[in-house]
């Protein structure tokens, strides 16, 4: 499925957090301006990336239910999926990826195959 990424969105807003992966789109609360200039921006562009994965590797249900249920019994900085996010984050970004990223802060809205 393409991924598709949105700046400025209300829904990580109203969640209380930078970024959200609901698969296929990742909402980022910044606007692109703010990302550009933000040194912590593609830790958590990666960080999003590697939900992405997870969603893939497991299906989308599977990975929701999954996600819920870890929060449930171990909250957010023990569920496993944020613990392997957390541990990913700072490999460096893939070529792949960097451009992902750049595509998105070009058009606001990418398509990825
Ligand atoms: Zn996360």
Redesign the pocket.
């Known amino acids: 499925m393409k991924l598709r990424i949105k700046y400025r969105s209300w829904i990580p807003r109203l969640l209380g957090v930078d970024a959200v992966?609901i698969y296929p789109f990742i909402f980022f609360k910044h606007s692109v301006e703010q990302c550009k200039e933000a040194s912590w921006f593609p830790k958590l562009f990666k960080?999003?990336l590697?939900?992405v994965e997870q969603v893939r590797r497991l299906g989308w249900w599977n990975f929701y239910v999954t996600y819920l249920w870890f929060q449930v019994a171990y909250g957010y900085k023990r569920n496993p999926?944020?613990v392997e996010?957390?541990k990913r984050q700072d490999e460096d970004i893939s070529p792949h990826q960097k451009l992902v990223m750049l595509q998105s802060w070009g058009w606001g809205w990418i398509e990825e195959k």
Do not use: G, L
């Open positions: 992966t960080h999003e590697i939900h999926f944020e996010a957390y």
